[in-house]
Nanobody
Framework: QVQLVESGGGLVQAGGSLRLSCAAS????????MGWFRQAPGKERDFVAAISWSGVGSYYADSVKGRFTISRDNAKNTVYLRMNSLKPEDTAVYYC?????????????????WGQGTQVTVSS
């Protein structure tokens, strides 16, 4: 089993920044690929970013490329999502997820474990 706990969400003005954290416990964090997804009210859960188990490879949705950065610290069992130049359309619940098969994919079905989510609200 893997437990994931997100933190760092909140209310921010457009153009501002936030850093989300996701702390993992249970199995060996350093062997997983990790991803961030988000879900706005009435919409599907969308891919945001993913990072390989080693941290060498990272991947982003076009909508956040150049503004968001995913990173990980395997010594701290934590993955981060730095979000800059936030827009009102970034408002959503953000979820981190673990992929025990190391795919670092863009589809939610490729991830085995999920956190409970953290709310990010960007005001205009």
């Amino acid at each position: 089993q893997v437990q994931l706990v997100e933190s760092g969400g909140g209310l921010v003005q457009a153009g501002g920044s936030l850093r989300l954290s996701c702390a993992a416990s249970g199995r060996t964090f350093s062997s997983f690929a990790m991803g961030w997804f988000r879900q706005a009210p009435g919409k599907e859960r969308d891919f945001v970013a993913a990072i390989s188990w080693s941290g060498v490879g990272s991947y982003y949705a076009d909508s956040v490329k150049g503004r968001f950065t995913i990173s990980r610290d395997n010594a701290k069992n934590t993955v981060y999502l730095r979000m800059n130049s936030l827009k009102p359309e970034d408002t959503a619940v953000y979820y981190c997820a673990a992929d025990t098969f190391r795919r670092a994919g863009t589809k939610s079905r490729e991830y085995d474990y999920w956190g409970q989510g953290t709310q990010v609200t960007v005001s205009s």
